[in-house]
């Protein structure tokens, strides 16, 4: 999709900063004229359904997305309260094909314990029987882990068994349906003592569109820069952990077409100033930015 149908396809409601700059001005009158509908032909939809930080806010859950592709529907982080968060959209807990953890931090996966067992009271055992739900886990040690937290909730006798669970590394993890995704370590959380890493970012690559999920970045902001070429459709980026110079710096006139901030600065939530301090930020970039709340959906 050329990059004016995206920008149509995100929609008139959408907050894109840094449009008043000139090689936005085109884009700025396509958005004034779109008409406030989905665009028909797009590949992925995300809908994200929390995007707060380690603490919730008024606002803002912790951080899980929902990725629809190729009719299969997908989870990216299950911060609480992801499974009640997919109920309000009308979507069922069972109806999920898989899940793609970024590392394991609370506020990332805080909501999967319940996750499984609302997967089990929408009638999992039986939804899964045939073609089980894909847990992707960042490393073995939280496959067993998760699976203590279960027994010690009560919830059976670990991971349920409607799910496969797997517990990744870097590397491509995922290949179906036309789907790829691609795990890139970071140093978010310490590397182990073997130096593999426990905290990951990912790229979606389907239908000739690409988009990456950055996870938690270290405070060198180590955004996975080695996947950018050829293009980047969409970057989904959280914005708390480094300072915002080193963004403006790092994807200088990058190939990126849109950028979704989430996981943000407290500062850029502020009901009086967050707004336009975040747009101060946004009109440094190079390409189209906004900071999407919980509940936005976008298509690529
Ligand atoms: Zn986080
Ligand atoms: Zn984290």
């Known amino acids: 999709m050329e990059r004016r149908d995206f920008i149509k396809g995100i929609g008139l409601g959408a907050l894109v900063a840094g449009l008043g700059k000139s090689a936005h001005a085109q884009e700025a009158k396509a958005l004034e004229k779109a008409p406030e509908i989905a665009p028909a032909n797009y590949d992925f939809k995300i809908t994200f359904l929390g995007t ?49 953890i970024t590392h394991p931090h609370g506020d990332h996966m805080g909501g999967l314990l319940m996750q499984f067992v609302q997967m089990a009271s929408f009638g999992g055992y039986k939804k899964y029987k045939d073609r089980p739900c894909k847990l992707f886990l960042p490393g073995e040690d939280v496959k067993s882990n998760i699976g203590n937290a279960m027994r010690a909730m009560g919830f059976g006798r670990g991971i349920p068994g409607f ?113 336009e301090r975040f747009a101060a930020f946004a009109k440094q970039l190079t390409f189209p930015a906004e900071l999407v709340d919980d509940g936005t959906v976008r298509t690529v």
Do not use: W
Request: proline share 4%; with cysteine.
């Open 52 to 100: 707060s930080h380690g603490r919730p806010t008024l606002e803002r859950f912790n951080s899980s997305t929902l990725l629809e592709f190729g009719g299969k529907k997908y989870l990216i982080d299950a911060g609480e309260p992801v499974s009640a968060l997919l109920i309000r959209q009308k979507i069922s807990p069972a109806d999920i094909d898989g899940i793609f």
């Open 163 to 275: 799910c496969d669970a797997i517990g990744f590394g870097e590397g491509v993890i995922f290949e179906d349906g036309g789907l790829k995704v691609t795990a890139i370590g970071n140093d978010h959380m310490a590397r182990r003592a073997d130096k593999t890493a426990r905290a990951y970012s990912f790229l979606f690559e389907g239908a000739g569109k690409r988009i990456v999920f950055s996870g938690d970045l270290s405070n060198k902001f180590d955004f996975p820069y080695g996947v950018i070429e050829p293009s980047l459709d969409l970057i989904v980026c959280e914005l708390v952990h480094f300072p915002v110079k080193l963004v403006v710096e790092g994807l200088r006139d990058k190939a990126i077409k849109h950028a979704c901030f989430q996981h943000p600065y407290d500062h850029y939530c502020d009901v009086v100033h967050g707004k």
